[in-house]
């Protein structure tokens, strides 16, 4: 079965195709699929999105203004459609979205245009792609007719789903609290309703691993990957430098045999500095790029945590051909940096290597070694299996505490994850992954931490040798937080009797700010309130064909905060593409003038490019390239980023939700961490989870919400609730499917407040 999205992408050229070759590059062979096709065809030629010209053939209309983007839609019902070429969204009414689905990808005609602050408003033409193909939802019977139908849970979808074959009595005999996941048949159209099957019942008391399972489905991820029986290529042995005597490291967090590989490292002191190798397991070499087991790979996107699990991303072949293992020999791609003493970077290399790493460094090891008195000579039992390595790893942590103590753009967060059980894995850092554009804070007691400061680094210098050579490279942007966003921050930290300093003009930067943090008590509830106003990272494609090279050369975007991740790419696939190019710089790069040449350019040095003027690769290998790198690659997995970084945020809220239900009914003490006109948010200390005391609840008085100093207060008694207030609460409930708490205050003998509040003021640094 085929979709619009497919047809179009095959109508590209301006000559247009006949209907046979259409079915022929669509693989359609039955006669009833012909059909079908023939009726899509000539609904998209009626609506505009089509036209037929000379010979009968097909092309895509240019002519018409129609543009392409994703649904999205809100539990309150407004519904927006998120512009493909990132223009302004455009508002649609409930009467012109036709069927489409929160998640659609759809076509849509712009009806009236944006007004002052309005957003334009727009009608959806068509869908070229459903998102939704599985939905977990809640089945009754209709009394009406007596037929099941379907409601599904997430309530930015308003639909009804009849079943396709009635199970009555499989309804019947299941628990109230079941629910189901259901495959979809047939999609609504006009007045009729969509079609399902029940594929399975899903239990909402079955344990952590139950909640897993509604999570992966809720989520629209796969636990079972049908990779094609590919063996890995065998990659060159030309040309690898042999570091197998250097005795590299690993250094892990993660404690579950299924997480992802991580690079070697080592250090040693150089030129009043060090130099440091970070060798990653190198997969791209071992793939071909285009071909079935790449493309699953890249429809997959990424790993994905199950909490003190892992879901497999690469085959079971690969994993063991490219990993790496102690006193194991294994291919490797190699960055050697040079660093100074103060931690500027002075030069570095890319080389194919090959390596055996000697030990593996884990949080026990560190934790025991930060502790270690450095006048001590005798060692701790815990150290003995890495007591030949104390001098490399000392000299690991020295500089990654240098390089880290250098601003390189990125937002840190003092944010702890829950401890519990079922989430262990995602407590640890997650070495060049920014889940919510921040990231973690330097903790020298977590190895990947230490780890993490070495790979944004070398993605870092990937992003400048690529920019050099002009080759293209997916890199993450970090966007700057909106002023208006900093203003309410501001406004909170006030509200806390916090002083801030103000630039000339009035403003505040995002980093000011956070520094201005650092010596608050309220350090924790701060941070929270960053979090959220953090508009997150974005991957983004650059080439020569992209306007980034002219903002780079311009000096508009700085280079020194750009990454290109390439160190993990058994991680993701965008580290897999990444890899991919700086691979075969160094394998198919041309690197003499002619063959004859005596003087041969090393393509991984830096300042190499300037030796060189002539083309770098065939053009069989420029086009490859081409083919591989495009905007349609970086939309897909910018999807697949947000689609784990929603799993990753649901199993965390699960996970609390849970311990919360353990608790219903019990005092406990929280924290306020918001307030706002329906009520006030408060987390329990005790799970780092937060509920809502809603102000219907506060029954002894009538509270004004005042924006300004973000408080309530009571109209008689004068009671605050603001942020940082220490409460009791009681948990009165929990929609674990919601990711709800509902909480209800306690003692109710809150501190009283003079009308000090309303005056705080603000230093200006002129």
Known sequence: MTNVSNILD???????????????????????????????????????ILKTIDNDK???????????????????????VVREDEGDDIYIREADLNNAWHGDYVIVKVTKEALRRRAPEGSIQCVLKRYNDILLTKIDIDKSDGLLKAYPLDDRINAIIEIKSPHKEFIESSKEEAIYEIKIEKYPIAQYNA??????????????????????????????????????????????????????????????????????????????????WLHSPTISERLNIGGK???????QG???????????????????????????????????????????????????????????????????????????????????????????????????????????GSIELDINIPNLSQISELQKNYPSRDFNGWIKSYDISDPQSILDVFIRLSNNILAKHLTEYELPYIYKQHDDIDQSSINELSKSALALDKKITLNSDGSITTVDLLKSFESSSEKMILHKLVKHVIPGI???????????????????????????????????????????????????????????SKEIIDLGRKDSWNQIDWLLFSPKVEDLIKKHFNLKLIQKLNEIRKKSKQFRNNIISMAQGREAQKIIGKEVNAIITGVQSYGFFAEIIDLTAEGLVHVSTLGDDWYEYRSRQNLLVGRKNKK??????????????????????????????EVETNDSFDNPTMDTDC
């Not at 590989?261 to 080592?266: D, E, G, N, T, V």
Request: proline share 4%.
């Open 538 to 596: 974005n991957l983004k494609l650059y080439s020569t064909n992209n306007n980034y090279v002219e903002e780079v050369r311009d000096n508009s975007i700085s280079i020194e905060r750009i990454e290109a991740p390439w160190c993990c790419p058994s991680t993701n696939y965008w580290n897999i593409s990444n890899q991919y190019i700086i691979s075969l710089l160094l394998t198919e790069g041309k690197n003499k003038l002619t063959s004859r």
């Open 293 to 299: 087991l790449d493309e699953i790979l890249k429809e």
């Open 195 to 276: 079609i399902g099957s029940i594929i399975r019942e899903l239990s909402l008391n079955a344990g952590s691993e139950g909640d897993v399972e509604i999570l992966l489905s809720k989520n629209k991820i796969s636990k079972t990957l049908n990779f094609p029986k590919v063996s890995p290529k065998k990659i060159t042995s030309k040309n690898r430098e042999n570091f197998t005597l250097q005795p590299s490291l690993l250094f892990t967090s993660w404690d579950n045999n299924k997480a992802p590989c991580l690079p070697a490292l080592f250090a040693q002191p150089h030129d009043g500095g060090t130099r440091v």
């Open 10 to 48: 095959n109508l590209n050229s301006e000559t247009g195709l006949e209907v046979n070759k259409l079915e022929k590059s669509l693989k359609i062979t039955k006669k009833k699929d012909r059909d079908n096709l023939g009726i899509a065809l000539t609904a998209l030629e009626k609506i505009g």
């Open 302 to 408: 990424e790993v994905i945590c199950l909490g003190n699990n892992w879901l497999d991303y690469l085959p079971q072949t690969l994993k063991s051909a490219s990993e790496f293992n102690v006193n194991q020999e294994s291919d490797a791609l190699t960055l050697v940096i040079d660093i100074n003493s103060t931690g500027i970077v002075t030069d570095w290399r890319f080389t194919l290597s090959r390596i055996k790493p000697h030990q593996l460094v884990t949080t026990k090891h560190i934790q025991k070694l930060i502790n270690r008195k450095p006048t001590s000579k005798s060692i701790p039992i815990a150290l003995k299996p890495i007591k030949d390595h104390l001098e490399a790893i000392y000299t690991i942590i020295h500089t990654s505490k240098l390089i880290n103590s250098i601003d390189n």
């Open 720 to 749: 605050t609730y603001q942020l940082a207030q220490k409460i009791n609460v009681r948990v009165l409930k929990v929609d674990i499917l919601k990711n709800q708490i509902d909480l209800e205050l306690v003692n109710k003998d």
């Open 58 to 80: 097909i092309v895509v209309n240019k002519e018409t203004d129609l543009l392409k983007g994703r649904v999205r839609c809100s539990s309150k019902g407004y519904c927006f």
